[in-house]
Nanobody, 118 residues
Framework: QVQLQESGPGLVKPSQTLSLTCTVSGGSITTTDYYWSWIRQPPGKGLEWMGAIAYSGSPYYSPSLKSRTSISWDTSKNQFTLHLSSVTPEDTAGYYC??????????WGKGTQDTVSS
């Protein structure tokens, strides 16, 4: 059974870069047709898809966040990482990693709460 686990700092200051890592177990992130995504939910708001990295290593980004977002992977550790630069308090959210297939999200991590505050 595939499992995903997020890890992150919990607290980051404005203008800094938020870096989150998702560790995947029970399956390889290079398996064909899977996409490994980052999705967030600010307090009181809905889910926002931020971006993904494909089984080929190609990244995809939400147009609204593209200028501040970078997603990379480490296949030797079966991990993928989100970097969100120039954060503001509006980036405070629960951050989730997930596995996407053709029909949508099939597996979710438990999420990590990250706050932007000085």
């Amino acid at each position: 059974q595939v499992q995903l686990q997020e890890s992150g700092p919990g607290l980051v200051k404005p203008s800094q870069t938020l870096s989150l890592t998702c560790t995947v177990s029970g399956g390889s992130i290079t398996t064909t047709d899977y996409y490994w995504s980052w999705i967030r939910q600010p307090p009181g708001k809905g889910l926002e898809w931020m971006g993904a990295i494909a089984y080929s290593g190609s990244p995809y980004y939400s147009p609204s966040l593209k200028s501040r977002t970078s997603i990379s992977w480490d296949t030797s550790k079966n991990q993928f990482t989100l970097h969100l630069s120039s954060v503001t308090p509006e980036d405070t959210a629960g951050y989730y990693c997930a596995r996407e297939e053709n029909y949508g999200v099939s597996h979710w991590g438990k999420g990590t709460q990250d706050t932007v505050s000085s």
